[in-house]
């Protein structure tokens, strides 16, 4: 990666792609910002517009329009380019779409000579992950998509609200695909280091498993409604894609649910999936795997087995 400067490239400036860029300048995450997209025309005026705040900004960061070649010695490519979700479609169902984008982006990044981190966000982000890391061939660590980040940002969100207590001491997750067959393990759940089903046996008039199941399902549902009300989502997601870069250009290892390969972990492997992984300079090196109960197995199991037949029916 490059030492002396930290810098990014963000494929597609779209509204996901553009909160991206617009959380970096606020954030002051990286020193150059590189935007392409297939209008060229709308890269160079977000990079004007994004420009003309810097006096307002901690950051001398410097932004423009580029090309592929820019990629050669950035620390990190995003991409955020594909097919909007519309109502009532699945992020499975952009599949197809998203697969032909991908086949004319990630040969010419790799092309350009680019050796370090590629960062998925476009859905279904599962799928398009696993589709980079075969077109690029790269290692498989260098490959992160946004996994379920958002879904357990969503999660502890909701779940601080419940309890009445800061989601940053809400220690839970959302694992598998980003999408239908998401869920979260409840056994791996936890209050500060109190697990939280000890929590709903402590206190049974209060709060409940059934509880608990309804802040799933809202956690699963988000993404529709807010579809449904604005037409797209693209606040929150471009704040994981920044968190997940900042992870990695500051070599923090922290953790956080990417979209990661599986190596054997819970039995399985290939396939890229929602996982807690320990992010750093190096990318997703080092994945977490959780002590499931069966029945979270089977869960897991399923999102491994859509999103496995997904992707060998597209013949990448």
């Not at 279904?124 to 075969?134: C, E, G, H, L, Q």
């Not at 660590?141 to 958002?150: D, E, F, P, R």
């Not at 109960?293 to 597209?314: A, G, M, Q, V, W």
Request: proline share 3%; with cysteine; hydrophobic share 40%.
């Amino acid at each position: 990666m490059n030492q002396k400067s930290k810098k990014i490239v963000l494929i597609g400036t779209g509204m996901v792609g553009m909160s991206f860029a617009y959380a970096s300048l606020n954030q002051n995450i990286c020193d150059e910002l590189v935007l392409i997209d297939i209008d060229k025309l709308k890269a160079a005026g977000e990079a004007m517009d994004l420009n003309h705040g810097l006096a307002f900004s901690r950051t001398s960061m410097k932004i423009y329009a580029g090309e592929y070649s820019d990629c050669k010695d950035a620390d990190i490519v995003v991409i955020c380019a594909g097919v909007n979700q519309k109502p009532k479609e699945s992020r499975l169902d952009l599949l197809q779409g998203n697969a032909e984008v991908f086949r004319t982006i990630v040969p010419p990044v790799v092309k350009s000579g680019f050796s370090g981190i590629f960062l998925v966000a476009t859905n279904p982000v599962d799928v398009m992950t696993r589709i980079t890391y075969a077109l690029s061939g790269f290692e498989s660590s260098k490959v992160i998509g946004t996994g379920t980040t958002l879904d357990t940002a969503r999660l502890r969100y909701l779940l601080g609200e419940y309890f009445n207590l800061d989601p940053r001491n809400v220690h839970a997750y959302v694992i598998g695909e980003h999408g239908d067959s998401e869920f979260t393990p409840w056994s791996q759940a936890f209050l500060a280091t109190k697990p939280v089903l000890n929590v709903l046996e402590d206190n049974p008039h209060k709060f409940s498993f059934g509880d608990l199941e309804n802040i799933n399902i809202k956690v699963r549902n988000a993404a529709q409604e807010i579809i449904k009300a604005k037409k797209a989502t693209y606040y929150g997601i471009g704040m994981s894609i920044t968190r997940i870069a900042r992870a990695i250009l500051n070599n923090e290892q922290s953790v956080l649910t990417v979209s990661g390969k599986l190596s054997g972990e819970y039995g399985l492997h290939d396939v890229f999936l929602g996982n807690p992984c320990i992010i750093s300079r190096e990318g997703a090196n080092r994945s977490i795997e959780l002590t499931l109960e069966e029945s979270e197995l089977e869960n897991l199991r399923k999102s491994y087995s859509i999103l496995d037949t997904c992707y060998k029916e597209l013949n990448i």
